[in-house]
C-alpha cells in the first residue's frame, strides 16, 4: 500500500438491500460475493446482524457470512447496531465488525432505538467482548457515524457534533472511523470540514467515507475526501440501496463509477472493470424489478482506457 | 463578484436539444429561456447559427436570438462554429459569441469538417469582422476547446495540445476560454492538469468548464476546477444533451444539480433552485419522450436547506 492505493469496499449485500421488497435468495447473494471477490474487490460488507423481524433480508445473516468467509482473499465484514448483534458476528467468525450509531439523535433514536450516549456505551460493552476473545477470534471493531453529513429529520448536522462521537468511538476502541452521508446531504466543502475536524480528533485511527449519491454529490464528496488523505470508500454495485429509516435516502455512490473515477486519477483499486459490470449484470438479473443506477455501465469505458496503469502523468 | 460568485451558465436551448427527435417549438425554446431568466440564471447559451442543413433544430436561430435579447438582465450568448455563423450572429445582435473548436483532431474534422490550424485561422477573421464593428454592436468573443479531456475516437488527449490551442485562441483575441469535457473523460485529477496548464499559458483571460456527466464524474470534475479558481460553468437544466458528433456522448452536468452543490458549498450563484426546478418541469412537459436526468429534483432539497446564505462555515 502506498498513497496511490484505495480500499474500494463493497457494500451492496447489506446496504444496497435492505429495503428492496422481497428477499433475495442466500445463494444469488453468496454468487454475488464470490464474484465480486473475484473482480479484486479486497473488502465486502456481506451482511448485518440485526434481528430479523427489524429487517427480514438478514435473516439469513449466519450462512452469508459462513459463506463469505469462505472465499480466498477476501475480508468479510458486518454491521451490527449492538452488543447482541456483535456477539452474533463473532459466533459467526466474522473477523470485521461494523458498529454503526448516528451522530443525529432523532435518526438515532429512529434506526437503533436508543439515545446516541447509550449507542456509544453499547459499543464500549463491545470493545470489551472482543477484548476478552482469544486473539485468533478476535474481530477487528469499526465505529461509523450515520447522517454525519445531515439528517432528514433534523437538516445540518454540527461538524462539532460528528468530532465529538468520532473522538468517543477512537476513545472506546474503534480501529476505525467511518464517516457516513447516509442521506446525501454532502457536498464537498463539507467533506473536508468535518473529515478535517474527524482526523484532527481521532489522530491515527483511520478514516473511511461511506458516500450515498441521493443529490448526485457523491463522486464529487470521493474527491474532497482523497484530498483529506481517505483512501477507504464504502459504495455499492450498479449505486443499489437506501435506508429504511432515513426518508428519502437513495442509494450508496455507484461501485464501478467509483472504481472508474479512481482509476482514472492514476489511484490504484486493484479491480479489474469490465469484469466488475459483468457482475453487475448478474447482480441485476437476480434482483427483477430494483432500480439500477450507474453511469459507467450505459456509457462504456473511454476509448483506450486502461486503467491506473496509463494515469501516472494525471495522478 | 468576489471568489464566492459563480456563474452557472445554462447551455439547454443549444448543447441541451441539438440531438433530441423532433423539433422544439420556437415559442417553447423562448417560454424556457425567459422562464429559466427569471429563476436568476444570467447568460443562457440560447442557439447556435450552424446551416439548418447540418441541425435543423437551429433554424429557428434568429428568431429564437431576438427573444432571448429582449430578456431584461439576460446575457444571451450564441454557438458559432465558423465565420459564417459569427456574420449570422452579429446580425441578430449577440452580444457574446461562443466559437467552438475541438482539440482532437479527428473530431474537429467530424464536428466542422476542418483541420484544427484552419479553426483558429477561422477564429482570426471572427476577431477581425468583430473588432470592425461599431463599439455598441460589438460581442465579446469566446474560445471554445470541445474534446479537451479526451475524445471518443482518440481517447485521452494530450494536455499539452490543450495548453496549445487554448494559447492560439487567446492570442487570436478570444475574450473567454472554454474547457469543455464533450464526451464525459474527464476526472478531477485530469481537471486539475487541463485547467492549470490552460491557465498558465493564458494568463489573465477568464476560464470557464463545460463538463458533461457521461460517466459520473461531472460535479467531481466541478469541484476539481473551483479549486484551479474557475467560476465559471455549462450546465443543462434536467440534464438534457449530447454531441450528434460524438458516439456516447450523453447530457451536460444538470443545472439544479450543480446549483445545489454550489450553493451548499457556500457558494453564490443567485439562482432560486425551486424556481428552477419548477422550470424544469415545464421543459421536461414540453419535450415529451426525451429522458431527463438529476439527483435533486427525484430526491428534494435537504431539510432546513437555504443555499449560500446558510453555509459560511463549510465554504
Request: glycine content about 10%; charged content about 20%; hydrophobic content about 50%.
Amino acid at each position: 500500500m502506498d498513497d496511490r492505493d484505495v480500499s474500494v469496499r463493497e457494500a451492496g449485500p447489506r446496504d444496497g438491500i435492505q429495503i428492496i421488497n422481497g428477499f433475495m435468495p442466500t445463494a444469488a447473494k453468496t454468487a454475488w460475493i464470490a464474484a465480486e471477490a473475484a473482480c479484486g474487490v479486497r473488502e465486502i460488507e456481506v451482511t448485518s446482524f440485526v434481528p430479523a423481524k427489524v429487517i427480514a433480508q438478514f435473516a439469513d445473516a449466519d450462512a452469508v457470512a459462513a459463506a463469505a468467509l469462505a472465499v480466498p482473499g477476501l475480508l468479510a465484514s458486518a454491521l451490527v447496531p449492538n452488543l447482541r448483534g456483535a456477539e452474533r458476528a463473532v459466533a459467526a467468525g466474522v473477523r470485521k465488525i461494523n458498529f454503526v450509531m448516528s451522530v443525529s439523535r432523532t435518526h438515532n433514536l429512529n434506526n437503533v432505538r436508543r439515545e446516541r450516549e447509550e449507542s456509544v456505551a453499547d459499543f464500549r460493552r463491545i470493545v470489551a467482548m472482543a477484548r476478552a476473545l482469544p486473539e485468533e477470534r478476535r474481530p477487528l471493531l469499526v465505529g461509523g457515524l450515520s447522517t454525519a453529513l445531515g439528517c432528514s429529520f433534523e437538516g445540518r448536522v454540527a461538524v462539532d457534533e460528528v468530532r465529538r462521537f468520532a473522538g468517543l468511538l477512537a476513545e472506546a476502541g474503534a480501529q476505525e472511523i467511518v464517516v457516513a452521508d447516509t442521506v446525501g446531504y454532502g457536498d464537498p466543502a463539507l467533506v473536508r470540514a468535518v473529515f478535517g475536524a474527524v482526523a484532527s480528533e481521532v489522530g491515527p485511527v483511520p478514516l473511511a467515507a461511506h458516500f450515498h449519491d441521493t443529490r448526485g454529490t457523491g463522486l464529487a464528496n470521493v474527491a474532497a475526501a482523497l484530498e483529506c488523505g481517505v483512501r477507504a470508500f464504502d459504495s455499492s454495485l450498479a449505486g443499489l440501496g437506501g435506508c429504511p429509516f432515513a426518508p428519502g435516502a437513495t442509494g450508496n455512490i455507484v461501485t464501478e463509477d467509483l472504481c472508474f473515477m479512481l482509476e482514472s486519477m492514476g489511484l490504484r483499486t486493484g479491480i479489474d472493470l469490465e469484469a466488475l459490470l459483468a457482475v453487475r449484470r448478474q447482480v441485476a438479473e437476480a434482483l427483477p424489478g430494483v432500480p439500477v443506477q450507474g453511469a459507467l455501465a450505459r456509457a462504456g469505458l473511454p476509448r483506450g482506457f486502461r486503467g491506473a496503469a496509463d494515469r501516472a502523468l494525471a495522478a
